[in-house]
């Protein structure tokens, strides 16, 4: 019998280029846009007052915008950093070219940007991941450079 485990990519299996299509989808609920504005302590009205989002340019709440990006730097950990990772050491450029709406369905894509053997780290190295989310209509909500310590594999790694 063999026991299989998910896990993200060894920085010797990223190769830069490589796109990885994350599923499943997520889609934003009004919970979740107050919960996580709340807990942020982020009061902005246009995401947790119905009537003053009514009256912007938008017409509706939107979620807030950390939240989008979190949810898609985490629809990517299976796929690429899931135990593989020793540390995110931060993000690059970030947008987000539309806004998301609560009911938004969130699908999100990486690819591999760049990589370099970590010089004060044996068998780690930098690895730059580009995070990017398309909502149900297919446009582009956001769009994030990443960088991550990764393990490189051994043979009981694999």
Known sequence: ??????????????????????SPGRTITETDNVLFTTLTMNSQSLHLDAEFAAKSEFGQRLVNSLMTLAIVAGLSVGDTTEGTTVANLGFGEIKFPHPVFIGDTLYAETEIISKRPSKSRPNQGIVVLEHRALNQKGENVCCAQRSALVRFSTDKDL
């Open 1 to 22: 019998m063999t026991i299989h485990r998910r896990r993200g990519k060894f920085y010797d299996e990223m190769i830069i280029g490589d796109i990885f299509k994350h």
